[in-house]
DNA sequence: TATATACATGCGAATGAGTCGCAACTAGAA
DNA sequence: TTCTAGTTGCGACTCATTCGCATGTATATA
């Protein structure tokens, strides 16, 4: 598992108002063992504290993702629109999303960092957030394809 | 420029249906200066064929998309939550955005493809799309900001 | 510790991109 | 020319997200 930031504290230092509301999100994402979207984090967030609306969950990721605590994910539109969170880790890493399984890997290799290094490099430009998402078929479905099709 | 596909000999090579809206809806693509959203496209395709609903746009978009002759971005979600089209090119590559002034750069390096190649091998995966969004700042806007803050 | 106030919240209504059901239409096969 | 599966326009709908505003509150300061 890659390793995370600790959330509340950072939030404490960077002078974030902490209210009810914000921690039990705060600590909702914190300790997520999958991409959370709002719907989500507002339903486990409610176990922590129940008055919580879902304006305030919008509202509250908003901050943390402009402060650049966590990164905003498509998931390849998998499941419609939505959004997905996750608390940002030391090293950046990709996301894979088989269209059949829906199935979410992570991944991450020095290749990224080196391809970073160079299009910050190349383009002058100051990367603040990457996103590399890839969507195909895991090995299983791929396998599975082959058999039924060809 | 990068080297794209030719979408309507692809169209019709894949034996796509070509209706006078799809021909106005894939030539607008094609031709397209801009990363376009469905409201453009749609806006444009209408100066070729007057007669083109909203929801064809939608149902070209997703046909094109499925067989693999256009890319759908976000491009950081910059402007709200559309997203945006672009012909399928030769090699792939990645957008840079920049949250100040909303310039879109595209780059390509051998590093992203030998990225591709190792998320494939590494992860026993069968890419079918890959999409690489960059959000920050660019040269100049990152000098102002520079200078009016520090 | 009390107070002030800038910032957060809940609520309900609004927005905006994208989708759906269905009757009418038509490209392209036979 | 005919047939029909696939395509279209229309209008109503969905669903994630945002907004305005009155009320509440965390934190700085006296």
Known sequence: MLKRHDLLQEAAQQGIRLTAQRRALIETIQEAKSHLDAESLLQLAR???????????????DVLKRRGMIDELDL???NGEKHYYEVKTQKDH???????CGKIEEFTTPTFEKLKREIADKNDFSIQVMRLEVGGLCGKCAARKEASTG
């Open 94 to 100: 990709l996301h894979l999303a088989c269209f059949e």
């Open 47 to 61: 176990k922590r504290d129940a008055n919580i609306d879902r304006a305030t969950v919008y509202r509250t990721l």
């Open 76 to 78: 390849m539109h998998l």
